[in-house]
């Protein structure tokens, strides 16, 4: 596997590891629909949280946020319309970003709640 899928993969357990300890419970991990794909579907409270994970060594091109494009954001509106048809789901929809900066100092993680809304 290419360096920078490892990077991708750690990034999203980091990210699944915040979440859980932030209160949220995993409904699902990596869920495809069509062409988009959803890093991770969590939900705490009656809050659907649909997270995009970055994760970068480097913030000398842009935060690891600035990679998620309009596009990006249409195919997981997309697909998590579908995941709420396909399990029934009654619950509140919010689209977040979890940012990872990989450094010699170790992991700092941001979690942008309602990130579509700041672009």
């Not at 060594?57 to 319309?81: C, H, R, S, Y």
Request: charge should be negative.
């Amino acid at each position: 596997m290419a360096e920078h899928n490892d990077l991708g993969k750690e990034g999203e357990k980091k990210a699944a590891e915040h979440l859980v300890n932030a209160g949220y419970t995993i409904l699902q991990k990596n869920y495809v629909y069509n062409k988009a794909e959803i890093d991770i579907l969590a939900q705490k409270g009656n809050v659907l949280a649909v997270v995009e994970v970055k994760t970068r060594t480097t913030i000398e091109f842009g935060l690891p946020q600035d990679f998620v494009k309009p596009k990006k954001m249409q195919l997981m509106v997309k697909a998590v319309n579908e995941y709420i048809l396909q399990n029934d789901l009654d619950l509140e929809v919010r689209f977040d970003i979890i940012a990872i900066h990989k450094s010699a100092k170790g992991w700092q993680i941001e979690h942008l709640e309602d990130a579509f809304y700041h672009f």
